[in-house]
């Protein structure tokens, strides 16, 4: 099995930033695309930002130049820097990760818990 936990959301002021994190941890042999999903009240699950093992990212267009996605892979971890902040960026941030549990296995699809995040004033 394989438990993806995010870290680091909150409430913050429009134009202010914030860094979500996700780890997983588990039955990890090797971890391909890693992504972020929100979801507001009353939406559709929507992507954010993913990033594959090489280091390319795909952005929603709504966050194009104001949120960075990157990965740690030595410590299985991706983060999601937020900068400039809107109140229609408030949502639970899930983080999602396609994870292979051993050289032989195929990719599985893995969900975390989801971290709220708010954007204020």
């Known amino acids: 099995q394989v438990q993806l936990v995010e870290s680091g959301g909150g409430l913050v002021l429009p134009g202010g930033s914030l860094r979500v994190s996700c780890v997983a941890s588990g039955s990890v042999f090797r971890i391909t695309t890693m992504g972020w999903y929100r979801q507001a009240p009353g939406v559709q699950r929507e992507l954010v930002a993913i990033i594959t093992s090489g280091g390319n990212t795909i952005y929603a267009d709504s966050v194009k130049g104001r949120f960075t996605i990157s990965r740690d892979n030595a410590k299985n971890t991706v983060y999601l820097q937020m900068n400039s902040l809107k109140p229609e960026d408030s949502a639970v941030y899930y983080c999602?990760?396609?994870?292979?549990?051993?050289?032989?296995?195929?990719?599985?699809?893995?969900w975390g818990q989801g971290t709220q995040v708010t954007v204020s004033s």
């Open positions: 999602n990760a396609a994870v292979k549990s051993s050289s032989a296995g195929d990719d599985h699809e893995y």
